[in-house]
């Protein structure tokens, strides 16, 4: 086993292998060297000592992670090194130690853990700090030790995440494109961010990083009444989910419906997925002119908006905040009068999800007190009514076959015969997410079975 009982505690030497585990008798003697700034290590040689004295990271409860399986593991960083396994106080005297020990206790027939292509320290892989530290102290370094027997445990990783591993050339043409790098940050961001409460905000500043996610409050916490009523249909339900599980990047769409000043009631009855790329600034237009004719047609009102946060929590970030408060003051400023407009942000592959369904979250954003202009936005929840539709209109069905030709060819589209957890693939955890937004008519399952065997002639 690659950990040790916490009674005896091995000594790791600063600058000694800190993988020992994963290498053979004369290649570890070899990898050793002096962590002196004199001397080349090798990229087995920097452990986590060496970044610690180096200040690269610092000790700290509950610093280090471990995403494996759906399954999440907290570590804390010791001041010698070594990692102390929060659930069980297990101390370990290496990321490889403890990623095995936490893959094994999943899948016991993991070989190795690769720690540092598995664990991350503040959400950010350990393989990167090491990068860092080779181009800070040896830039004269060959680089190319940076991929050193890690890469394939990098992409081994990732599939077995059950995320979508993309090939390295691929990768790199895509990269050149603004959309792929906008989406990397997103899906890197969403993954990552850990949500402040709104108190802690206090006035805007430029500083701030724009995808910090804010948790939300609710409306009786700022002593105000919730001023309107939402009714949300189950096929607009049904549509998003299917939308926001197709990509691993972020995804848009509008939603129409009734708003009744009478009984101040918003109505939502349609979701408008946006066929367009978030950076394709040149089409965006084009749709957006396309839904608001499809819903004029159809005799409905623009009443919000959603998107996804693929891999993070359905919390809205600051952009967001910002973003909802703009949408809220158009439709106010429209002739009618005071209009609601709701926001809903979807996490359909965070890990922190309760079981395979989608996290939904409506939201509305309360202005800051007057005396208070320059503060932020407070972002609240909005409680809902959901409606179930008697039947899968053929209209929702059509648009949901239009979004899988839209993505069919994408970079990012999701790979759906992927294992979501050890017994679900993503197509099964597609299928039970939107099970939760079934109509009435049971004959649903079955029409839907034709998009489903769509999306598996894609891979």
Not at 57 to 75: A, R, W
Not at 178 to 195: A, C, F, K, T, W
Request: charged residues 25%.
């Amino acid at each position: 086993s690659g950990s040790e009982p916490p009674s005896s505690p091995q000594v790791v030497e600063e600058g000694g292998d800190e993988e020992d585990e994963e290498l053979s008798g004369g290649e570890d003697a070899e990898l050793r060297t002096s962590a002196g700034r004199g001397s080349v290590l090798t990229r087995r040689g920097i452990t986590l000592r060496v970044l610690l004295k180096d200040g690269l990271v610092e000790p700290g409860d509950g610093v280090l992670s471990i995403h494996y399986l759906g399954k999440n593991f907290v570590g804390d960083l010791l001041t010698d090194g070594k990692i102390r396994w929060v659930e069980t106080g297990q101390i370990f005297n290496s990321p490889s130690a403890w990623a095995t020990h936490c893959k094994r206790l999943v899948n016991p027939a993991k070989k190795s853990g690769c720690g540092w292509a598995s664990v991350r320290y503040r959400g950010e892989k350990l393989v990167q700090y090491k990068t860092s530290w080779l181009r800070k102290y040896q830039p004269t370094a060959d680089m190319s030790l940076a991929s050193e027997g890690e890469e394939d445990e990098m992409g081994e990783d990732e599939e077995e995440e059950g995320k979508t591993a993309v090939p390295a050339e691929e990768k790199n043409r895509k990269s050149k494109t603004e959309l792929h790098d906008i989406s990397l940050v997103q899906r890197r961001g969403d993954r990552e961010r850990i949500p402040v409460r709104y108190c802690t905000l206090g006035t805007r500043d430029v500083a701030r990083d724009p995808h910090t996610l804010v948790e939300l409050s609710a409306f009786s916490a700022i002593n105000r009444f919730q001023p309107f009523n939402v009714a949300v249909s189950s096929n607009v339900l049904l549509l998003m989910d299917f939308h926001c599980h197709l990509t691993t990047s972020e995804v848009v769409g509008y939603l129409g419906g009734r708003w009744d000043t009478t009984t101040q009631l918003l109505t939502v009855l349609r979701a408008f997925p946006c066929r367009t790329r978030l950076a394709d600034r040149e089409a965006a237009p084009v749709v957006e002119e396309e839904i608001c004719q499809n819903l004029f047609m159809r005799g409905l009102s623009l009443v919000g908006w959603y998107h996804s946060h693929p891999r993070g929590p359905a919390l809205p970030s600051l952009q967001d905040i910002d973003s909802q408060m703009d949408h809220q003051l158009r439709l106010q400023g429209s002739s009618n009068g005071f209009q609601p407009c709701l926001g809903i942000i979807c996490g359909p592959y965070y890990h922190g999800n309760q079981g395979v369904a989608s996290t939904i979250t409506p939201f509305w954003v309360v202005p800051p007190p007057e005396q208070r202009p320059n503060d932020y936005g407070i972002p609240v929840a909005v409680e809902v009514t959901y409606v179930q539709d008697n039947f899968l209109t053929t209209d929702v069905l059509n648009e949901m076959m239009l979004l899988v030709e839209f993505y069919r060819a994408a970079p990012d589209l999701v790979n759906f015969s992927q294992m979501w957890s050890p017994d679900t693939s993503i197509l099964d955890k597609i299928k039970a997410s939107l099970s939760g937004h079934a109509p009435k008519d049971q004959a649903y399952s079955q029409i839907l079975e034709h998009v489903y065997n769509q999306l598996r002639s894609i891979q």
